[in-house]
């Protein structure tokens, strides 16, 4: 049953790419955008993969005997399932088959994000073996995936209309919004090459408790755990140490997939000769803009109310069965609260100060930028009560 859930993860994975690339035969120039032969092969093949995806949760339900969300692999993988669901329901809304070809990508980053991490199935520890667990992360995934979708339409709508002619502090967020997608994927293709490598390399250090433990990186490390010891002969010795309150390794990987990301923004840069904003801007010259704008904002108008069940009411009923308190500022849940204010400010500046267009494009950017701040350093380098979701 692990194998074949295994084998349906990679088979819509597959599908997933096949797809994009039948959004892209979609986008016709000087015409109306709308659904054509190319589009009606991309979602046909999108919704195929979706299910092959759905195939691949439901037998890993029933191989682990619980809800597979209780770790990184399982959330980040149920998170990229979720995104092209979401996309799929607001394709047949609006009938943007550009949508597809920027939704789509993120998806597979953020399942090829999840493959890195391991994907053995384990007992569950005390704190997650509740209903609630399930309810709560299940809901929340869903409405940051729908929130996803929202970022992606502000990408669309920034891409079309930043003036790609000169440089301007637009041009360079736009940029940097980009080149984080791209470390992304170098953090897949780093973390790969170390892997086929069989590079390993132990430490003895002591934790936040004062207790003497061991960390196996498998990368070079740049950064090493709190007084840590290099017990493997061969390997690079740590540039610095971190406090115990870092998980040191996972920062490591966090500043590898920043490096190779920067190598191959480069070599992008290179290629192109030109930002990868403005060589994108042709892709988008014939959107409808006001279309766009409008599934941005839908998205989060329909995702907040999702994230606000999951990740702050059913949060709380959880904590409180699991740890008998409501709320206790863990990193986690500090952070979730900054992503529900920031949400809520936005719709508040949409809805109150008339904050269309341009502007409220950036802040669905932004508010992206703090879900996945949410899912790799708060998960990654900072030790709270939520660690265990990053084994």
């Given at each position: 049953?692990?194998?074949?859930?295994?084998?349906?993860?990679?088979?819509?994975?597959?599908?997933?790419?096949?797809?994009?690339?039948?959004?892209?035969?979609?986008?016709?120039?000087?015409?109306?955008?709308?659904?054509?032969?190319?589009?009606?092969?991309?979602?046909?093949?999108?919704?195929?993969?979706?299910?092959?995806?759905?195939?691949?949760?439901?037998?890993?339900?029933?191989?682990?005997g619980h809800a597979p969300v209780s770790n990184l692999f399982e959330f980040t993988t149920f998170f990229g399932m979720m995104i092209v669901g979401a996309f799929i329901v607001i394709y047949f809304i609006y009938k943007t088959s550009l949508l597809g070809l920027f939704a789509l990508p993120i998806a597979i980053l953020?399942?090829?994000?999840?493959?890195?991490?391991?994907?053995?199935?384990?007992?569950?520890?005390?704190?997650?073996?509740?209903?609630?667990?399930?309810?709560?992360?299940?809901?929340?995934?869903?409405?940051?995936?729908?929130?996803?979708?929202?970022?992606?339409?502000?990408?669309?709508?920034?891409?079309?209309?930043?003036?790609?002619?000169?440089?301007?502090?637009?041009?360079?967020?736009?940029?940097?919004?980009?080149?984080?997608?791209?470390?992304?994927?170098?953090?897949?293709?780093?973390?790969?090459?170390?892997?086929?490598?069989?590079?390993?390399?132990?430490?003895?250090?002591?934790?936040?408790?004062?207790?003497?433990?061991?960390?196996?990186?498998?990368?070079?490390?740049?950064?090493?755990?709190?007084?840590?010891?290099?017990?493997?002969?061969?390997?690079?010795?740590?540039?610095?140490?971190?406090?115990?309150?870092?998980?040191?390794?996972?920062?490591?990987?966090?500043?590898?997939?920043?490096?190779?990301?920067?190598?191959?923004?480069?070599?992008?840069?290179?290629?192109?000769?030109?930002?990868?904003?403005?060589?994108?801007?042709?892709?988008?010259?014939?959107?409808?803009?006001?279309?766009?704008?409008?599934?941005?904002?839908?998205?989060?108008?329909?995702?907040?109310?999702?994230?606000?069940?999951?990740?702050?009411?059913?949060?709380?009923?959880?904590?409180?069965?699991?740890?008998?308190?409501?709320?206790?500022?863990?990193?986690?849940?500090?952070?979730?609260?900054?992503?529900?204010?920031?949400?809520?400010?936005?719709?508040?500046?949409?809805?109150?100060?008339?904050?269309?267009?341009?502007?409220?494009?950036?802040?669905?950017?932004?508010?992206?930028?703090?879900?996945?701040?949410?899912?790799?350093?708060?998960?990654?380098?900072?030790?709270?009560?939520?660690?265990?979701?990053?084994?």
């Amino acid at each position: 049953m692990v194998q074949l859930s295994s084998t349906l993860l990679y088979v819509a994975f597959v599908l997933y790419l096949v797809a994009t690339f039948f959004f892209g035969g979609a986008i016709r120039p000087k015409k109306r955008e709308g659904v054509n032969r190319w589009a009606t092969l991309g979602i046909f093949v999108t919704i195929v993969g979706f299910l092959a995806q759905l195939g691949y949760f439901i037998t890993r339900w029933i191989a682990a005997g619980h809800a597979p969300v209780s770790n990184l692999f399982e959330f980040t993988t149920f998170f990229g399932m979720m995104i092209v669901g979401a996309f799929i329901v607001i394709y047949f809304i609006y009938k943007t088959s550009l949508l597809g070809l920027f939704a789509l990508p993120i998806a597979i980053l953020v399942i090829a994000y999840a493959s890195m991490f391991p994907r053995e199935i384990s007992p569950l520890i005390p704190a997650l073996q509740s209903d609630w667990l399930h309810i709560h992360v299940i809901t929340a995934a869903v409405g940051e995936a729908i929130l996803a979708i929202s970022f992606a339409a502000a990408l669309i709508y920034l891409i079309r209309v930043v003036d790609q002619s000169k440089a301007s502090q637009r041009t360079f967020w736009l940029e940097f919004v980009l080149f984080f997608l791209i470390s992304t994927l170098g953090f897949v293709i780093v973390t790969t090459s170390f892997r086929v490598a069989g590079y390993e390399a132990t430490f003895e250090w002591i934790d936040k408790n004062g207790q003497q433990s061991e960390m196996v990186y498998h990368m070079p490390a740049l950064v090493g755990p709190h007084e840590g010891v290099l017990k493997t002969e061969g390997r690079m010795e740590p540039f610095v140490d971190m406090p115990a309150i870092i998980n040191a390794r996972k920062l490591n990987t966090v500043i590898w997939s920043l490096f190779a990301g920067g190598v191959l923004y480069g070599l992008l840069r290179l290629f192109l000769r030109k930002r990868i904003a403005a060589a994108l801007q042709p892709l988008v010259k014939n959107v409808n803009l006001d279309v766009v704008d409008e599934i941005s904002y839908r998205s989060v108008a329909i995702g907040f109310p999702i994230f606000t069940l999951g990740a702050l009411i059913f949060a709380m009923i959880w904590a409180q069965i699991a740890w008998t308190r409501f709320w206790g500022w863990d990193p986690k849940e500090v952070w979730a609260l900054i992503t529900w204010l920031f949400y809520a400010a936005f719709l508040h500046l949409r809805l109150s100060k008339g904050w269309h267009g341009e502007r409220s494009a950036w802040l669905a950017v932004i508010g992206f930028a703090i879900i996945m701040f949410n899912l790799v350093v708060v998960n990654l380098v900072i030790a709270g009560l939520h660690s265990y979701a990053a084994s």
